[in-house]
C-alpha cells in the first residue's frame, strides 16, 4: 500500500474510534439525565458542552423527538452515528483497500 493509502486508512481508523468514543459519551450524558448529578460538577459540564450542541441542533431540526416529556434526541445522534459508522467509514475502508 503506498503512503497515500497509509494515510487515509489512518485518517479512517481515527475516524471510527472518535465516532466509537463520541457514541458512548452521547449515552453516558443519556443515562446521567436520570439520575439529576450536580450541574457544576466537572465531568457533567464536559459531558454537557460535548453533547448539547449537537442534541439542541437535532431538538430544532426534529420537533417530534421531543413527546410527552421523553428526550428521544439522544436515540437520533446515536443512530446518525451507527449510520456514519456502517455506511461511511465502511465505505472509505473499501476504497482504501482498493488503491492496495
Known sequence: MNVLGNFLMAFVSVLDTLLTLYFWVVIISAVMT???????NPIVRALRSLTEPVLYRVRKWLPFVYIGGIDL???????????????????LYQAVAGLG
Open 73 to 91: 434526541s439522544p436515540i437520533v445522534v446515536l443512530v446518525g452515528i451507527q449510520f456514519i459508522k456502517i455506511f461511511v467509514i465502511q465505505s
Open 34 to 40: 436520570w439520575v439529576n448529578p450536580d450541574p457544576y
